[in-house]
């Protein structure tokens, strides 16, 4: 079943890319204007957004086991975990090259002056161990135990990432609550699951 | 020897373009963009918004007008000065403005003027231009979030409207109110800010020549995403400052209470003068993305207006008055 369903995840996961591809295109080549008057600022929002949505997808994996019982769905865990970092990859690219262009002084300004960059660079410090062990040399090489220990550190990334979106927008506005609450009901599923397994065992 | 001193916003020799070219370029644009109405019109005949391009008449060109601009201020075309937009009564996204903004019906419109001066009252948004010749004024507008642009306003000077209502001694501070209907204004349903928006200058600031009330655009009636039917424009400060749809003004010697202060002081001080020296909490100021360039360009002081409104602000600490 899976192998049927992993190219096409590959297909939904690189729809949003192929989007933006297409925006650009049209906006240089014909003058339209999908990316706005500040392109910059659009691609750096479009591709955050994305990266969200990927890493929250990827945390939902485990809640869908639980409630529908399907196992197979965490073979997909990995791929779109990979894909989440990806568009991460991707929306800091974009700052640094396109926003700041290689300004580093001014990168390492915002890092430290500006609360928002620094959650938002501390989601991606957490993804990166992430990414590099997701091969299977890696996780023989420290064992599957450990592996699973480490790879707890996406909780920490995708609650930093909800809180550098809350932060990043001005004044109270409700979408970057929304990505908190799902955030928050898909982490309360995944401690709901062993306290059922333990008052069952009682 | 004649020694000429040159204020920063004076024109060159060099600078000027030749008024045929302007003409041209001018006449080009509105034949462009009454093709563009056209075409789009006769596309989408149900959209409302682009029948709403209204000419003004007796525009009178001033020495602020394009020319009067470096040649790296080029004007920003229609499109993006009335599409990206900041105003939040309507969305907080760029393009939500122009999306939900074309029900709002800028008149009958009328403002409540209170506080300390002769002539209190209302008045109806005729009674407040009719008395006044309007004016081209081409000035940059930045964004406190390093974006900016430059817009050809059509207006009024501030000062010469506020003094038609006799402003008393007391008169230290000016406060400006936006409607609140959120009827009309989608945007006011959330609790993004505490609304109605608040904005204030001090009776100084507000007297000072460069202060506009801007009417139009582009020679044209204001568009509602841009603050229709009556908006400030105050281009040495950053764009929040310029408050849109004014419905009161009210002269009072307290320092008045503003929104975004009111939201995040730390962030949004009452001056709020372009600063490049002084970093804000979530954007370094030292920069800015000029819309329609892809890379960043330094800030200038006051954004550029620093010997028209520096004197403004001798003996005070902008770091701490920011």
């Given amino acids: 079943m899976v192998w049927v369903i992993k190219p ?8 949003p890319l192929a989007w ?12 339209g204007r999908g990316l706005t008057a500040n392109p910059v600022e659009f691609i750096n929002r479009y591709l955050g957004d994305w990266a969200l ?28 975990g990979l894909f989440a970092f990806f568009y991460v990859v991707l929306h800091v690219s974009n700052y640094v090259v396109l926003d700041q262009f290689f300004n580093w002084t001014a990168i390492w300004e915002d890092i430290v002056k500006r609360w928002y960059i620094t959650v938002g660079m501390l989601a991606l410090v957490c993804l990166i161990p992430l990414a590099v062990t997701s091969t299977k040399g890696w996780i023989k090489r420290i064992g599957g135990r450990n592996w699973n220990k480490l790879h707890k550190a996406v909780y920490v990334a995708g609650a ?37 397994r333990k008052l069952r065992a009682a | 020897m004649l020694i000429k001193n040159r204020k920063a916003s004076d024109v060159l020799g060099s600078e000027i373009t030749p008024k045929s070219v302007f003409d041209n370029r001018r006449a080009f644009l509105k034949t462009a963009a009454l093709a563009g109405v056209g075409l789009a019109a006769g596309a989408l005949p149900s959209l409302p ?13 001033t020495r602020w007008s394009a020319d009067s601009l470096p040649e790296n201020d080029p004007v920003n075309d229609y499109e993006d000065i009335t599409g990206y937009n900041n105003f939040y009564e309507f969305g907080t996204g760029k393009r939500d403005p ?24 209302k008045i109806s948004f005729e009674d407040l231009i009719k008395p006044h010749t309007l004016e081209e004024r081409v000035y940059r507008f930045r964004c406190v979030e390093a974006w900016s642009m430059v817009v050809p306003w059509v207006g009024i000077p501030l000062a010469d409207v506020l003094k038609r209502f006799e402003p008393t001694s007391d008169a230290k501070y000016v406060y ?26 001090r009776i100084d600031e507000a007297m000072n020549p460069l202060s506009f009330l801007s009417v139009g655009l582009y020679g044209e009636v204001l568009p509602n995403q841009n603050g229709a039917p009556v908006r400030l424009v105050v281009p040495w400060k950053y764009g929040y400052k310029s408050i849109k749809s004014i419905v009161k003004i009210k002269f009072q010697s307290a320092m008045p209470p503003t929104s975004w202060n009111e939201a995040a002081a730390r962030e949004y001080g009452f001056y709020s003068n372009v600063n490049p ?46």
């Fill in chain 2, 98 to 121: 122009k999306a939900n903004a074309q029900d709002f019906k800028p008149e009958p419109w009328s403002i409540a003027v209170e506080g300390a001066c002769a002539k209190p009252g």
């Fill in chain 1, 8 to 15: 096409a995840v590959w297909v939904l996961c690189l729809a």
């Fill in chain 1, 160 to 196: 930093a990432a909800c809180l550098h979106f809350f932060m990043m927008r001005k004044g109270l506005q409700y979408e970057p609550l929304v990505y908190g609450a799902i955030f928050a009901s898909l982490m309360m599923m995944r401690a709901v699951e062993p306290l059922k």
């Fill in chain 1, 20 to 31: 933006l591809g297409w925006l650009v295109a049209d906006a240089v080549l014909l003058g």
């Fill in chain 2, 49 to 61: 918004a682009l029948a709403a391009r209204t000419p003004l008449s007796g525009v009178k060109k």
């Fill in chain 2, 176 to 201: 400006f109110e936006t409607l609140l209907d959120p009827e009309q204004m989608p945007g006011q349903r959330y609790p993004v800010l505490k609304w109605p928006y608040k904005e204030g200058l």
């Fill in chain 2, 277 to 322: 020296a002084v970093s804000h909490p979530r954007w370094s100021q030292a920069s800015e993305r000029r819309i329609g360039e892809i890379f960043k360009r330094k800030t200038l002081m006051f954004n550029g207006y620093e010997e028209e409104v520096a004197g403004l602000y001798t003996d005070m600490d902008l770091r701490k008055w920011h």
């Fill in chain 1, 53 to 80: 949505r990927f890493l929250l997808i990827g945390l939902a994996v485990t809640p869908l086991r639980i409630l529908s019982g399907w196992k197979q769905v965490v073979r997909l865990r990995r791929l779109l």
